[in-house]
């Protein structure tokens, strides 16, 4: 299977990639969903990514700057799954990578930012509720640092939130549509990582199977597309994508 996802890989021009939480575990930064994940172990995080608990309960707010200023993923680095898909891109082939990670580890690998949809948005980014205002986290986090508990927008007074979608908080629609639009245009759509389990992105393979691209699962759980997939890759990410988007003279080393 591998060297037939391999051979797909080498012979398309337009590659789209979806990547879950699967890819970033390797990183260091935990699946919440998954069995061992934050949300899993702890509710009161569930309520923390729900936006309506957060609008209303300063002390949902007061303990969401904690986590954020304590999240793993200041610090993770990509791992070789991440680089495997900047190869990709510098073999001229990655036409889209739509991600639901917020962590924006693609483009510390070195993706260009504009081939990475951030159909989540990003926890690197600030947005204030009030006036849409955005900016680097890092910004808002010395505040905190400095003793601010729930830190106000400085130009309307808003409550600022991460630029990440919570549960309960619409998508955004042109992101969105930016992300179908690209899978319908894949010969190969590769889904990493993903659980496949979240509605509309999940509906990108829909999308590119019936453009008649190739459909790739790396993922280490089933997914419910993998009855429609031509190849289903379980196992190691890391080991995975480096075997399937490297070029091939690398493959022969
Ligand atoms: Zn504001």
């Not at 991440?82 to 001229?92: P, S």
Request: net charge neutral.
């Amino acid at each position: 299977m591998i060297e037939a996802a391999r051979k797909w890989i080498d012979a398309a021009r337009r590659v789209v990639v979806l990547t879950g939480a699967g890819i970033s575990t390797d990183s260091g930064i935990p699946d919440f969903r998954g069995p061992q994940g934050l949300w899993t172990k702890n509710p009161l995080a569930e309520k923390m990514s729900n936006i309506h608990y957060y609008l209303a309960d300063p002390q949902v707010r007061k303990l969401s700057w904690q986590n954020r200023m304590a999240s793993p993923a200041w610090t993770a680095k990509p791992n070789p799954g991440h680089l495997a898909l900047v190869e990709l891109e510098k073999r001229r082939k990655l036409h889209a990578l739509i991600t639901q990670n917020i962590d924006e580890l693609h483009q510390l690998a070195g993706n260009s930012p504009d081939k990475v949809i951030e159909v989540h948005g990003s926890m690197r980014r600030f947005m204030c509720w009030g006036c849409g205002m955005r900016g680097p986290m890092q910004l808002v986090l010395e505040r905190v640092r400095a003793g601010e508990e729930d830190p106000a927008c400085r130009d309307c007074g808003g409550i600022l939130k991460s630029d990440t979608i919570s549960f309960g908080q619409q998508l955004v629609p042109e992101v969105i549509d930016r992300a179908m639009q690209a899978a319908a245009e894949a010969e190969v759509f590769v889904a990493v990582g993903s659980t496949l389990q979240v509605y509309p992105v999940a509906g990108a393979v829909d999308i590119a199977r019936s453009a008649g691209a190739k459909i790739v699962i790396v993922n280490a759980q089933p997914t419910p597309y993998d009855d429609v997939a031509h190849a289903v890759l379980p196992g190691s990410i890391s080991a995975i994508l480096p075997a399937i988007l490297g070029s091939a003279s690398r493959s022969l080393q």
